[in-house]
């Protein structure tokens, strides 16, 4: 791997070049950093665990095949998050279905109520929390959330969640500032 003491050091784009180079171990550190991120972004955007793995699985894939056209022309999360992005939509056009529609989160309930049974009495507290911002989130239009997930899942800048959604910094930024004031009011109501 890349010379130095570790890889938390080097930036995600000298990473990406590193891979580029041949290096493997320069994309496992880089899968590490964002896989929670871009499943979670994906898991967003259509609400079904089985196409989120799926579309997870196509968005590394198409970064392995991509891997000798990368440039260093915009943070590596903003490419990245493109790509997670664009093959969304293509996947959308695609199947034009009504799961995206659907809100069927059984699972999750489960899964969530199930570790929440596990946790010290003060976690309870923290879980009702966060299922309800989880809900608040999934409750926001489309372009809301997904500008809300960019910032927060991938830290992107508001310039960045315009060029990855293709709109322009003013709708970007109003879109983040709407759903962040629906967050609020949201969680001011449920106390």
């Not at 050091?9 to 929670?36: C, N, P, T």
């Not at 969304?88 to 929440?116: L, S």
Request: proline letters at 1%; one cysteine or more; glycine letters at 4%.
């Amino acid at each position: 791997m890349m010379a130095g003491n570790g890889s938390e050091e080097h930036s995600d784009e000298d990473l990406m070049l590193s891979y580029q180079q041949g290096d493997a171990a320069a994309f496992e550190v880089l899968y590490e950093r964002h896989k929670g991120g871009v499943f979670r972004y994906l898991l967003a955007k259509c609400y079904q665990q089985a196409i989120a793995e799926e579309l997870f699985q196509d968005v590394w894939m198409k970064l392995i095949v991509a891997r000798d056209r990368y440039e260093v022309r915009a943070k590596f999360t903003t490419y990245l998050y493109q790509l997670a992005h664009n093959h969304f939509v293509d996947y959308y056009r695609k199947t034009r279905t009504d799961v995206f529609q659907q809100k069927d989160c059984d699972e999750d309930v489960e899964q969530i109520t199930a570790e929440a049974q596990k946790q010290a009495d003060e976690q309870l507290d923290i879980q009702r929390q966060t299922e309800t911002l989880a809900e608040l989130i999934d409750n926001l239009p489309d372009e809301q959330r997904e500008a809300f997930m960019l910032r927060e899942e991938a830290g992107l800048t508001v310039a960045e969640i315009a060029e990855v959604t293709g709109v322009n910094a003013e709708t970007a930024k109003s879109r983040l500032r709407y759903a962040v004031k629906k967050l609020r009011a949201g969680l001011k109501e449920n106390g």
